[in-house]
């Protein structure tokens, strides 16, 4: 598939004319050709056959970063140097957004195309008006062989391409090597939600190396139930699984956009009892749907574009109301995809909320049976998918798997079960309800039914490895699987929230996103202006840019683990309170509660802390600074021995202090 509209080398680009060239490009556009745009093109390509009369290489128009939903200018392989180019046409400026925009482009080809991981990456931003430009070409802390953002205008674009080329004495880029090359994204939720949305397939944003299974596999298997359940009138469930981070959400999202059409059978609904992800998805899509439509000279008001895409992302509580209403009638839906279905209510919060908030006494169905309930009013066919994650219960009353398996049994004895082969692992607690469920002739296991890698840290895989071991104390194993991590995920500690901010913003390159999260339970860091009571708003913090101080980027609020779960940063500040200790004893849990600390001994409860600080740990995709503060002799609630063992055993596994 070519990712360009146009692409050619520079000594036949120079012989073309301008308007083959963009004849060309608009043959391959996706767009009505609107005149500014046939203008900028014309532009470029009369810029571009002036200044590159004197170097050979290739240069491609309008390159596809699907992971973005957008395209790059201009790309030129000359020499060793690969260029980013982004024109701003008749700009004067530099603006920080169009300096972001162009890194941004260049950040991907470096992490995500495969032949481009070992080349120099020269982001240039062109504002062809600007008059005193004084271009610096300089690399980064990072040393990974991409430059800062050049600025450059017209005049001075033949000589920025000839010093950035004395900055690398490699060999000559191979076209052809680097075009073969594959293109191995690992997006952000809210990047694949929004690819997906706009036509984009799984496997175009999705890794697809050896190393990795191919998230493709895992839609393709879930298809096939649902075809067959279809093509023979039978009603299955299947359980997918996998590690933080390793994309079931987005094969959830995948399997929803692919069956989108109401008006056919196969529709499904996305649904999700995590608020703050399902509010930030359905802003994210609305807001990208707003900004498409425009591009194509169409107005359309923020609330249209919601409501389409309010039927797409569904909150589970609002899809149960809807059945509620009447009890007999199923819903339009014959397959339902239910995101972190290890976190819906036991029967006794149901029971509790039905009669507190909906005003319905002895309800007698926990949430994972009354959902399958629903779908089995079908007459004919029906497929529950359930995206189980292990180890991720963190409030009271999430039942974990093993309500949903104990359902089954109970109440749906001709349900086909399609298992993840790794559903009997501990961290999903369903081994012994599975045990119960063996003897059934219509169980089966399939190993495409778990994603065992984590996408999130495409830096590292074994990070996820890594905070098991790190929580469940496996000291010798921690040590040994951080000399795999660091070299190429930083992880750092400190005792100096004031360091940790600067370390982030040192690190974050464009536009990447970085913040500080924190426990739900750390209600003494307000010494550190860190209020977890002060509320946030999950959709300024996570899409909105670093100009709003209520975003991430301004480091000022903070998110705890029930915003984050299911989202992900690239850069995290984990800053960690007294309520999780280290001791000699193993971990100890704390509430804070009036003016003192309360021990926590509920087995319950210890397990949702140990599970907010998996998650807070498992959020950062590139890197991240553990904050463990300091205690103080003036304060009871923070002396030295509640924080102290914290950071001295993270110190013992091998992290590098700030």
Known sequence: MKREYYSDSIPNFQKSKPDEILGILARNNDFPLEQTQRNAWLEEINILQKVLSRFEGSLYFEYSIPRMGKRIDVVLLIGPAIFVLEFKIGEKEFTSSALDQVWDYALDLKNFHESSHEHLVAPVLIATKAKSVYPVIAATLHNDKLLLPIKCNVELLDQVITNVLLFEDDVKIDRAQWESGRYCPTPTIIEAAMALYNGHSVSEISRSDASAINLSDTSDAISEIIRLSKEKSQKSICFVTGV????????????????????????????????????????????????????????????EAMSDVKMFIQNVHNFRDECLVDSQKPPIEHVALFDEAQRAWNLQQTANFMLRRKKTPYFKLSEPEFLISCLDRHSDWAVVVCLVGGGQEINTGEAGISEWIEALNRSFPDWQIYISSRL??????????????????????????????????????????????????????????????ENNYPIVITRDLAKAKQWLKQQARGSERYGIVVSSQAQRLKPYAIDVKSPMDPIHWFLDGKEDVRSSYYLEDIATEFDVQGLELDWACITWDADFRYSKNGWEHWSFVGDHWNRIRKLERQVYLKNAYRVLLTRARQGMVIVVPKGSIEDLTRKDRFYDPTFEYLQSIGFKII
């Open 424 to 485: 009997t692992d501990s961290e999903y607690g369903a081994g012994r309800i599975l045990d119960e469920v063996k003897s059934r002739s219509n169980i089966v296991y399939k190993d495409e039914l778990h994603l065992a890698v984590s996408m999130r840290s495409f830096r590292a895989e074994n990070v996820t490895l890594l905070v098991k071991q790190l929580l469940d104390l496996k000291f010798t194993e921690a040590r040994a699987t951080l000399e795999n991590v």
């Open 244 to 303: 933080p981070g390793a994309g079931k959400t987005l094969v959830g999202l995948n399997i929803a956009t692919t069956h989108i059409d109401k008006r056919t059978e196969l529709y499904s609904v996305f649904l999700s009892g995590n608020g703050p992800l399902v509010a930030i998805l359905r802003e994210a899509l609305a807001r990208d749907k707003v900004r498409r439509e425009k591009e194509l000279g169409h107005k359309i008001r923020k609330s």
